[in-house]
């Protein structure tokens, strides 16, 4: 795994956006993989700079998301459909239909899951995923387990998760006890894997998916596994 040592969020989000851009300059046409939560936020506004000025253009990149709450409208404030359009998609020049996030209101999610899957196999993979972590080792929603699935699934959220997750919501008790999340296959479908990590309270899980053995119930040390992964992180995450 890559490392890249940033002094601050601000760095860590400029150095993200600038690996996105470079390979939006190459590869107009590129297949994205965002995540969403407040990590990279700041990486979204470097992008949307970027892409105002004319230095980059989201005209022919098509992006497809990691996840979304089951059930959610798209409308509500805490979708993540909602929260890409206000980060990114509103404030730059993509084609909203080349925009993808799993359906928070699909009648069946099983069958809502398999749509997304054949989707991501029919655009060839993606060719850069951005990652987050979460504090149990989880990447996308997949939830520490003894056992992971590979495909695009419906999984139920753990209480660590429910718990980070609650500062978003009014209570705890608003957050959505499903999601729709891209399988441990569906990411490693990705060409490369930029995973953003920033702050203290990341530095045990950082430190979990470098330092130990690959284990279903740290789901992120499965990262070890792929051929191109970097770590973009804040130095307080290391120290």
Known sequence: MNI???????????VA???MSELMQKKPN?????????TPEGMYASLAEMCERGDISFENVTTVNLDEYYPIAPTNDQSYRYFMNRQLFDRVNINKANTNVPD???????????????LVSDLGGIDLQILGIGR???IGFNEPDTKL?????VTDLTEDTIEANSRF???ANDVPRRALTMGIGTIFKAKKIVVLASGASK????????ERTVDTNFPATMLNLHPDVTLICTQDVLD
């Open 136 to 138: 149990n080792g989880h």
């Open 104 to 118: 928070g209101t699909a009648k069946d999610p099983v069958a809502e899951c398999k749509r997304y899957e054949q």
């Open 17 to 19: 956006a600038k690996m």
């Open 203 to 210: 530095k045990d899980a950082v430190s979990a998916m470098l």
């Open 30 to 38: 590129c297949v994205l993989g965002l995540a969403t939560g407040s």
């Open 149 to 153: 699935m590979l495909d695009t699934h």
């Open 4 to 14: 890249i040592v940033c002094k601050n969020y601000a760095e860590m989000s400029n």
């Open 169 to 171: 919501f009014a209570s």
